[in-house]
């Protein structure tokens, strides 16, 4: 499993655009990476999926580059609400069945007024 | 639609106490589980995951133990509970195949806080 590298914390002010970067020198071939959400409380929460270069939902996007060794969570326009733990996780879900993912610590992001 | 089940959603035990969580799964089958604790600050730790009845693996040795009586329940137990264990307790499921169902990802339950004392 590939450890994942990943700023502590971040700040940030509503209406901006945030980037997350985590550094995965490890990837392996079939390891997928994937970023969570986690609110005080809460269990954590799945934003974005992606295996190489660009993905885009309805909540955020993600980039990885074509060495695959780190990825850039970006969310557009941040708001109060968006203020969390983000979890990047790096992990192989084709081949590994038991489909294992193991969290780093995260990174807090706080979004000011 | 796929939902996962944790209770209670507090909970606080004394010293030396049993302790019986748990989690159930409704609208798939044949579901991977997973029991994480969160300590105060961040970081989830896997404590065990299951890919089928009966069948446990554990990634910390402790005082807690998991078992899977049926395919989609998920019960977190321990015999004496320990100061050590307090914290979030967090249930997780996903699925067998991740090539039917992209993309692949956990989905949580809502947790349980559990403080010892």
């Known amino acids: 499993l590939a450890k994942t590298t990943q700023p502590i914390s971040m700040d940030s002010y509503e209406g901006q655009e945030v980037n997350i970067t985590c550094s995965h020198n490890n990837i392996a071939t079939n390891d997928y990476i994937t970023w969570y959400q986690q609110f005080p409380s809460q269990g954590p929460r799945f934003i974005i999926q992606g295996y190489k270069t660009k993905v885009t939902n309805e909540v955020a996007s993600l980039f990885i580059p074509a060495d695959r060794k780190s990825s850039t969570l970006s969310l557009p326009r941040v708001s109060l609400s968006d203020t969390a733990v983000y979890y990047c996780?790096?992990?192989?879900?084709?081949?590994?069945?038991?489909?294992?993912?193991?969290f780093g610590q995260g990174t807090e992001l706080s979004v000011k007024p | 639609s796929q939902t996962i089940h944790q209770w209670p959603a507090t909970l606080v035990q004394p010293v030396g106490s049993p302790l019986s969580l748990e989690c159930t799964v409704e609208?798939?089958?044949?579901?991977?589980l997973y029991w994480y604790r969160q300590a105060a600050g961040r970081g989830l730790q896997l404590l065990f995951y299951?890919?089928?009845?009966?069948?446990i693996s554990s990634e910390v040795p402790q005082n807690l133990s998991a078992s899977r009586p049926q395919d989609r329940q998920f019960i977190l137990s321990s015999k004496k509970l320990l100061l050590s264990d307090s914290g979030f307790y967090l249930c997780?499921?996903?699925?067998?195949?991740?090539?039917?169902?992209?993309?692949?990802?956990?989905?949580f339950g809502s947790g349980t806080r559990l403080t010892v004392v």
């Open positions: 997780a499921w996903s699925v067998r195949d991740p090539m039917t169902y992209p993309p692949y990802g956990y989905t």
């Open positions: 299951s890919v089928g009845i009966g069948q």
């Open positions: 609208g798939t089958s044949n579901p991977n």
């Open positions: 996780l790096v992990g192989d879900l084709i081949y590994n069945q038991g489909g294992k993912l193991i």
